[in-house]
Every structure is written in C-alpha cells, then in structure tokens.
C-alpha cells in the first residue's frame, strides 16, 4: 500500500530528457567556489531555543519560569571552551563537532517587530523580507538570480549545467522562489525521480489558464533539461555511513541522505534545502517526569543524528572542506513554560552552523532572565537574521556586496561565520 | 490576456450550454463526465443548484473488515468509532482505515457540493489526525465538517472550538486558569475566522485574552465527548481591544463558564471582515486564486453581506457565487490547477469507474487513492499545517503550489497506470477504466476528428495545439492508412459486436489516446 509499491506496478515509460551538454561544468557562485555546498535546515514549527542552547548563568531564573521543562543542570551537554552555555542532551552529535571547532552558534537571531504567526513568520525568513514588508521572491533565489540571471532562460548552459536549487520533499520553497518560476528542483526522498515528457507546443496562452498551463510546461521542460545530470547523480552507488538510521524513522537523515547522494553523484547545484517538521509543542514538549524525554527531545535527537550522518558522509567522500550547514525556524519560543508543559510561539533563537571551515564558536551573548517572567515575556534580539544570511553569502559564496544586497536589501552588520 | 468581462453576481437563468455546465460541474463535483453531464442536461441552472446544494445523507461509519487486522474488541463487520481506544499501533490502523473511508465518500460522492465542501471546511478548519492520534476523535471531526458542509459557517466554529480532536490538536485541553494556552485562539482568529488581512487589527492581547474565555475545556477518552470544567475555567471578565469595540466578555463561573464562548464567537463574528475572509476563501476554492480590488469590491464585499444577512448561512453564498454572471465568465475556463484529489478522483468520476463489488476489495482501492493522492502532497486528514495546504493561502502562486518538478512526474505516473491493459492494480484488486464504453457515448466516433474535439471538450476544461492535437489523432490512426479506416474499425465494431480482435485493437488504441490527455499539462487543469 506504499507509495513505492505504486511506482513499481505502474509501467515506466522511456523518457527523453535533454541531451546533456558535454561541456565542461563549472557550475558556480560568485568568486569561483564551485565545489561550496550550502545545506540549510528549516525546523518548521518554532524551535525552542533556550531548551536547545541553554544558558546556564540563568539557570535559576529559567528553572523558575519553567520548571518542568528545563533540563536539568547535570544532564546539560558542556561545550569546550563555553562554560556559561550547554547544550539539550539529544545534541550529543553537535556537542562533538562543536568541540572539535566544527560548528557555531549565534544567539538571538531574530527581526524587528516579529510576527506570532508560523506562516507570515516562515514568510518572512523565506522571503528574506521585514516584518511588515510582503515579498514574494526567496532571499536565496534572488542572490541566485545574480548569478542564473533571467533564470530559467538559456539554463542549463554550458557554465551552469545543473539546477540552481534543490528542495527535498513533496513540496517547493519560497526560499527558491525565483522572480518568473521556482529555481529549484523538488526531489522526493520517498520516490524515484521521473521527468515526463511534454509537448513543447504551447496551446491557448492568451487566458489564465493558458497562463497556468505555460508555467506547468515550464517546469516540465526544465525538469527535463535537468533529467540527466539528476538521474546521474541518484544513479550513483554510494556507501553512506552506517551511522544513519533504518530509513522511515528519521525524516531528516532520510532527507539529508539524498543530499548527500547527489553530492557524491557529482550535482553541481550548490544549495539545498531539507526541513524537520514538528517543532511546534504547545502542549508535553518535555515529559513532566523527565524533561530530557519527550517531544522536543525526540526532535533534538532526530537533529543532531541527521547532522552527524550526513557530515559523516561528507568526511566519506572527502567533501567536508566544502560543505556546510545551517539550522533555523521561524520563530523561537516564549521563556515561560505553559499550563501543558509546553511553549508558545515566541521570538528569537540562536542559529546553528556546522562545516569545516565555519567559525567556531558563540556569536553573542546569553539572553538574560529576570527573576519575575511572565507568560508573555521574549528573549531580546541581537542579530537581525537577514545579517546572518547576508555574512552568510558574503562569505560563504563570495557574494558582492551588490548580490547581497539583491538578495537581503537594507544594511546588516556583518557576522563571522565562514572562514573565507 | 482575456479580460474578466463580467463582474456581477446577477444571476444566470435558464438551461447552460454544454461548455458552462462543464464548468460548473468540474468546479463543484471532483471530475464530470458523460454521467454527469446527462443527470444534468436540460436542467435550469436553478435546478442544477438546487441538486447541488442539497446536503448528502450521512454516510455509514467505517467498518471494521480488514482481514489484516485482529482487533480483540472489534469484532469484524462493525465500527470502531465508538470502540474503547486499545494502543497506538491498533489505532494508527483505524485512522488509515478512516482516512481511507473518508476518501471512499469523496469517491462515491452523489450529485452533491457536500464533499467538496467537506475538503474545503478541512482545509479552513484543520486538525492533522496523526497529530491528534485517536481515529474516534478524527471520526467525530470528519462527521462535523460533512454535517456543516453545507449548513451554518458559526455553527461549525462553535463546534469546532470544543470538537475533541480540536481540543487536542490545538491544545484548548491544556487551556485553563491562571495557566492559559493560546494556540486555539490564535488560530481562531488568524486562520478560522478574522484572517490576517491588512483591516484585521486584532492585537496579541486579543489572543490571551480570548484563550482565557476558552479556558476550562477538556477532551474524555472514555465517553469520547467534550467536558466542561468549571474549576479550570478563567471566572474573571476578559478585556479586548479597541478591534473589538472594547468590549468586556464577563466572567461566568459554575456551568454558565462554557456560555462565554458564545459571547466570543458573537464578538468575533460581529467583524465583517470574518465573512469577507470565508468568502475570499470560498472564491479561491471555486473561482480563481486571483482576486483583485473590482472582485473586492463587487463579487467579495457583496458575498460577505450575504453571508452576514443569512446569519452564515453558507448555502445562500454558494448559491449566489455559482449562479452568478462572474462565475461564467469565460475568462475563468480552466483556470485551476486541479488538487491531487481533482485529478485523481476527477479523472476516476470522467470515467464513471466502477469499484469492485466486495466491501474488503472496494476499501483497498480507497487505500491505493488516499496513499497516492498522499503522495501527490494532499493527504487527506493530514494538511501539512495548521494553516491548510499552501495552494490555498500563498499568495501570489497559490494552485501552482500543487506542481512542482516531483509531482508533475508523480501525476503522470498515475496517469499512466489508469491506462495500463491489464488495469490499474489497486493493492490486490484492480480497477479497469473502460475507456471504449467512455468514447461509444458520442455519437459521431467513427469520424476521428470529432472523437478527439468531443472527447477533449469534456475532459480537458483548456484547449490544446493543433500539434498536439494531431499527435493524439495520430495514436487512434497508428498503422492506419487513412481516417476512412478509422471509420471503418468504428463500423465493424457496432456489426460485428463479438469480434474480439476488432473490439481489443480499437480499445488499445483509445486506452492509448485517453492516457495522452491525461499526460498533457493542461488535463492538469480545471
């Protein structure tokens, strides 16, 4: 009744996706860094951060406003180096690559005047907008437009043979969201990738349903263009690290396995985007008993597995100098624990980052509790995050300072992240 | 661009021509083909209307007849909704069982708007059964938004506020005094009601403030219903906002505590823009995504008044919006890009398929579709979020939403396995599209060049190429020498009706051109 016993009974069709152009690829961002693989992480739902990065020299007064959630103080992870600041006992993974100046964190990340809501709040990370701007291009597809300009047109080419963008799971991004079609690529962990064939000849386009047909074609066509590099690629044996879980139990190690098949399969494409669902625990986000058990800590686990699999991976096929990644979510969560020992929407969180040649460490400080929290209380922001994606592509990509403000317009301090 | 001639909701009358029935019926029912097209041929578009919008009987509770399933305290041929919970993994199998069920009702839909107002209702009113993981509470969910489908927009709110899986998924169970959780009513005003549009002035302290009237509810596994408990219910009177007038919900203590969430709904439904957002919504569900400031002004803000008139009553609005001028533009033909249910189910309906006759068997094809349209990214009880599915509310893509470089090739893989020879294998029992019976209802068949214009107008709601026109007369024509031919295979067919040969070469031909329409991308709209 799976899914995958479907594709197997249905009949499969030759297909006949674009001759590959035999040109050399060299597929690349800004400043000649093709061989950087960026991996961002959305934890969809809103991240608990103080439950994630717990800051100890609040202890007493983050034990007050949630006293069954908090963990408690001697099963929080230490991090070399940091004595004020521990990390939820599920991290184990990240604990060792932050030790080992493998991973970084910032603290506060958040915008001005946040929204409560998950999906203007997701919007707005996505879009790389302010919080009462609409956008309706990704921050990311617009720094890739610098560079796949007037996208899709006359791409692949023999400069860019592969997909700008890849989104796993069912579903596209606003993050790729590009100014005429998603720059991305959907490819499903659950099911092999198929590129149909279509009639390039365009019917009724003078309507809006001929309007809605030409971007079906289009996103057909461009599959196809891409059919061959990506069936390359998935096509490609590879030994994955024995570290990763039976497939089905963690929906993010599944995801970020098929990343790193591509990777090692050779795809050029240099950002992908995974996801991990669930982060939303209004109600038992910890169990009253034991808070290191529970939703939020099944969450944790399934994070810091995903990671070290895949970067066990990347260390396989000796890709680790030039992949990174990066967690985020919408919103953090507010400081007080609710009546169902769980947490409502709040604002700001720390950020995640792990790769060879991040910066290691803590960018900003702890936030601070008061001993009296209420239920509405917030952490305070010190980082806009659209200064963090902005360093991010100054550093990480290259990108001019032009491109960045393409892609993330306003003025953002700069952050160190990456080791350019 | 063609231009939306018409902005008015002054009634269509009399009897539609074929091409505006087709529309009507493609956006109301989940596919319509010859069958449907004869029930209602030659009736008014007020008849047709009358049809559509009369509510469905209830359906049968799902059945326990999984021979899979040993189910100590179910005995086969019975329900489970009023069964005693047993674990997680015997209930994990209820609720595919349901979800299965519930996709077995959109199948089987009668003539009714019923259904697809139930999908529409649980796009606007989610809970994700796998979240709330008590196939009896996701049984009383479902039975609500197919009793309200067609009936009272508040009575449903109402409802929903205390429905028991409600009461889980959102987290109004944990809502008590002086500890109040807030994620139902946030929602209720974001999602359910009010909406986020740039009039909606509601503040953060709305939200607190109205979780604390919703305080002291609890779900009760045992007796599977709601329950009031006046200790935990928050006794003190709840300011709102200069949005909401300033008004004071007073506190009521004892029993008279759950009356409060009447003073609420009353609050919240005072707002027009609670009727403009519904009817935005509506009109995204069966006009088009689009909705610029003249459809504001003269197709929503009417709507809305209308909705507000009958006291929410949502029949009257449906009636007005699908009866009206504007809904028949011809700018509006094929529009929508279908959802995976409306392509899945709707090609199933065009080609009036007949399910297997054993219940067991019938139920594992409901399965094959739930999990595949599943796979299309549409998993029936199970929206990716509180908010619904992303092609109803992000703007500015909306349907497009459904279409991605995955699912594109996972529609056409169910596509191609409906015209498999064999038929569609659907976990165990298979499913023919009889695709001859389909194409001997027209008339002029043995003419090859209407066989493919009849058959395009009613399946594919946007016309196609010339090009591509003549590729699909080129699979009916393979190995022909001329159209005569073809003419001549369509006489001998209705002559000499026992000729196998002749009866399985003209069907291998059609199961071949109707699978060409179903993989076009505009077989993707509606």
Known sequence: ?420 | MSAVLSYSLAPVSGVLKQEDLLHLLRRTLFGAGHRELTYFKNKTVEQCLDILLKQSPAAPAPLQDDPDIQDALVPDGSSWVNAPYENEDMDKRRRTYLKAWWMGQIINRDYSLSEKMTLFWHNHYVTQLEIVKDSRYGYRYVTMLRAHALGNFKQLVREGATNVAMLVYLNGNNNSKGAPNENFSRELMELFTLGKAPDVHYTEADVKAAARVLSGWKDDRESITEKFYPELHDTADKQFSPYFNNEIIKGRSGADGAKEIDALLDMIFKRKETAEFVCRNLYRWFVTARIDEQVEQKIIQPLAQIFIQHHFEIAPVLRALLGSEHFFDAAFRGCIVKNPVEFFVGATKQFAIVFPESTIETHLCWAHYYFNIGGLSMSIGDPPSVAGWLAYYQAPKYHQWWINSYTLGFRMKIAESLYLAEGTNCNGPKIKFDYLRFALAFKNGGDVNKLVDESLTVLCAVKISDHAKNKLKAILLKNLKSEKDWSDLWSKLSATPNDASVKEDVSNRLRLFFGGIMNMPEYQMM
């Open chain 1, 1 to 420: 009744m799976k899914r995958k016993t479907f594709i197997k009974n249905a009949a499969l069709t030759a297909l006949l996706p674009y001759a590959l152009n035999a040109l050399t690829a060299c597929n690349h961002l800004a400043g000649g860094r093709k061989n950087r693989v960026l991996v961002l992480i959305q934890l969809v739902g809103g991240n608990d951060g103080l439950n994630t990065l717990i800051p100890l020299d609040q202890y007493k007064n983050l034990l007050k406003a949630r006293p069954n959630l908090l963990i408690p103080e001697n099963k929080i992870l230490p991090l070399n180096g940091f004595s004020n600041v521990g990390l939820h006992p599920g991290l184990g993974g990240i604990k060792d690559m932050f030790d080992n100046k493998l991973a970084g964190f910032v603290q506060g990340v958040g915008y001005e005047n946040p929204s409560y809501s998950h999906f203007r709040s997701s919007d707005i990370w996505l879009t790389g907008s302010e919080s009462s701007k609409v956008l309706y291009t990704g921050w990311m597809a617009r720094y890739l437009e610098t560079i796949f300009n007037g996208y899709p047109k006359g791409f692949p080419n023999a400069a860019h043979t592969d997909p700008p963008a890849i989104k796993i799971g069912d579903t596209g991004t606003y993050l790729f969201q590009g100014t005429s079609m998603d720059m991305s690529i959907v490819i499903d962990p659950s099911t092999p990738f198929e590129a149909p064939d279509v009639d390039t000849d365009a019917g009724e386009t003078d309507s809006f349903a001929g309007q809605e047909v030409k971007s079906i074609r289009e996103i057909l066509l461009q599959t196809n263009k891409y059919a061959s590099v990506l069936k390359k690629a998935l096509g490609t044996s590879v030994e994955h690290s024995k570290l990763y879980p039976k497939e089905g139990t963690n929906p993010l190690a599944d995801q970020l396995k098929v990343v790193a098949k591509l990777i090692k399969g050779g795809l050029q494409t240099q950002v992908y985007l995974v996801d991990l669902k669930g982060f939303d625990n209004h109600d038992e986000q910890a169990d009253k008993k034991d808070p290191t058990k529970g939703a939020h800590a099944d969450l944790m686990a399934q994070l810091s597995q995903g990671i070290t699999c895949f970067w066990d991976d990347m260390n396989r096929i000796g890709r680790e100098q030039d992949v990174m990644g990066m967690t985020f979510s919408e919103f953090g969560r507010r400081i007080m624990a609710n009546a169902g020992n769980g947490t409502d929407h709040g604002s700001s969180q720390p950020l995640f980052y792990f790769g060879a040649n991040v910066h290691a460490g803590i960018t900003g400080s702890n936030p601070v509790i008061n001993d009296n929290i209420t239920a509405n209380d917030n952490l305070a922001l010190q980082y806009d995050y659209r200064a963090v994606f902005g360093s991010l592509l100054k550093q990480w990509a290259g990108a001019s300072a032009a491109a960045v403000s393409e892609a993330l317009p306003g003025n953002f301090p700069e952050i160190k992240i990456f080791n350019s």
